[in-house]
């Protein structure tokens, strides 16, 4: 809400006059006054985590992954909405790598990815705002928890150069047409070229927040499109690259298994809990799965976090080792010398 106050003073509106009621922050269509919610700092202490933030709005929660270095620190579901949770004080910490592969994780399992931050650098991130680190959506604790427990969706999302909104066209378009404007003169009465208000009717273009307010005020509707962090990205849909699959490892045994399973539609990570994800369509079979070497030593504890993982995302979990005693868990075994049985999918599945 700091952003958008600071952006409606530039523009000469106050966001949180009652008067306001269409504009762009009213995501709720009643008659309530929209007030300033913004935080300190220090008050995001007083905040629930976000593993509490879901299990309160109904979400079955996975064991927090930390026996290694993971890309993501939960996996949530709710009815058909899959998330991966990745939670990082500042943003900025969040690297390309660990973005790959949350993405990658993602789109083998149709699930969104979030990126739960506080501050860039030392500068707070604003609430009601939605950011992007390397294509990872990212929101406040403060702004997730709205989300989450009271389906309020934020509308400003922060860009290169600002804050932008994203225009309902086909609404604007339509309310125009019932006033019996013109594009140009609608364009005029905003204060914007005939090109851009295209723009905004066909999808093409997004707006900052005075031109998306110009909207609202001219045409007497909400004109903005809430952003769901909850779904998935468009740009995780757009055949994203996870499929070129194999990931770098030195371990050789890890690279047998891989050339091994290179038939399969799989895609190898190594920062998770589990190594590799297989996706079988046909089958409508997800397999999640680990490689065990024989100096592993916290084995047990991240058998239970493949175990809790692959419960959320409901995928079938499964360990692959060098040859050493598997954990007494219930998780589905094979060891190196059973790979060479292993030729399709199908060879795979009947193991689980």
Known sequence: MRALNRIGNEAGVTFCDPSVELSIVYIRQCNDIFCDVSMTYGETERLKTPEAVLKEAGFAVSERCCCRPSCFDYAARKSETLIF??????????????????KAISKCVSAASILISEKTRDKPLEDDTVYSRYD????????????????????????????????????????????GLSVGEVAEMIGISRRTLY??????????????????????????????????????RKCFLATAKIAITKSKFMQKIFRKLARCNITTVKRAPFDFVINVPEEKVKIIGGVAGNRERELDRRVNEILSVSKVVRAHPI??????????????????????????????????
């Not at 990212?138 to 999302?157: D, R």
């Not at 997004?206 to 998306?212: E, F, I, L, Q, R």
């Open 85 to 102: 949770i990745k939670v990082q004080s500042d943003i900025d910490i969040f690297s390309s790598g660990d973005s790959w592969e949350l």
């Open 136 to 179: 990872v959506l990212a929101v406040t604790p403060k702004t997730f928890e709205n989300i989450a427990l009271h389906n309020v969706h934020p509308l400003i999302q922060a860009g290169p150069g600002g804050y932008y909104v994203e225009i309902d066209g086909e609404t604007i378009k339509r309310r125009r047409q019932e006033l």
């Open 199 to 236: 723009g905004y009717e066909r999808g093409m273009a997004k707006a900052s927040v005075t031109a998306a307010y110009n909207l609202v005020f001219t045409l007497g509707i909400p004109v903005a499109k809430p952003v769901n962090v909850f779904e998935e990205s468009k740009s995780q």
């Open 319 to 352: 360990l692959i080792t060098e040859g050493q005693e598997p954990p007494k868990k219930a998780i589905p075994c094979i060891q190196s010398q059973e790979l060479s049985k292993i030729r399709k999918p199908e060879d795979l599945i009947s193991k689980i």
